[in-house]
Every structure is written in structure tokens, then in C-alpha cells.
């Protein structure tokens, strides 16, 4: 089950993964649900964890399919390279809403993999998209945060609509029911 947007999981920030976690398991899990979701990229806000772990599969890209796959832990930025390129982007918690978003051509970070090794990398293009993408969501930071003001009223029907358990997927959403703490399933 994913997490709607509006949760308070996605607000916050996600906390680093540390060495005694079931990392495999937690990685399984990320892999189902993305298996389930047919969507590039998964990560622990999804499944109501909020920890600093997601994974990218660009095999169910629908904008550039592509073979990169890719577990990614405790991310941190080093440096982006210009330019802006403007691009598709969307989330499981936000169904049926895809929005154009600027983000760097090419990036390096650093992370640990799925067994934990210390990496430092450079990605390009779709997959530097999508790190960002999930970097941003491990900070609290959601795609909608990052279209102007204009573009964020445009889509407050859309939203509404969402919270309102009115938006068709093909996974079952959970949503958080305002000042109670507890969960509800929709569809």
C-alpha cells in the first residue's frame, strides 16, 4: 500500500539508514511494490517508512525506458553540472498527475548500495531526474513544492479530488485522517 500525498511522512525528513537495518528486506520490499506499481521509482515514504532508502528501475520509465536500476541509501548531493533541463515527473502518492519540472542535466552524489559500500557517482539526464527526484522526497521536499505558485493553484482541484479518495490507480492508496493520527485505505 503507498502513501497518499498529504501524509505527514512526506513533510518530514527521512532518517539516514544505519548499518544494523535488514537492508535486504527493506530492498525486497521496495522492489515489490515497484513490481506492483510498474512506476521507476519507489521509495520507504511510500511504505510509511522514513528512512533514507529508494530505489530507481528506469525499465518502467514511461517517458525513456532504459536498463538502469539502481538502490540508493543515505544519498547526499556533490555537485550538479548546467544545464536546467525541463522534464516529466510524477509520484505513486500523487496518482495521475505528471508536471514539468527544471532539474540539472548531470549530477554526482554519494550513497551507500544494496550491500551497504560507500559509492560516488555521476548520473546523467532520466536517471540524475529521478535521484533528484528522491532526494528531494527523503528532505520533505515534493514535486509540487517545486512549481511556482501559479502552477500549485492549478492544481489544488486535482488535490482536492486526491484527498476526497476520487483519483482512479491501479494500487491501493493509504491516507492519514486529519488530527486523528490513523490511517485509512482508498482507492
Known sequence: MIQAFGNSIYKTEAQPVGASASVQELIAKLQEA????????????HLG???QVFIIDLNYSKFEASDFKQVFMNPKLISTKAPLVSGLEDDLSLPRLTVSIDRPK?????FLDENLTDQTATFSDLAARWILHGMDQMNGISIIDKLNKHRQRSLKAHLNRLAEKKVETNYKLEYEI???????EGR
Open 34 to 45: 515497484q513490481k506492483q506499481t510498474k512506476h521507476p521509482f519507489v521509495s520507504t515514504k
Open 49 to 51: 517508512l522514513n528512512l
Open 106 to 110: 548531470q549530477i554526482e552524489i554519494s
Open 178 to 184: 486529519e488530527g486523528l493520527g490513523t490511517k485509512d
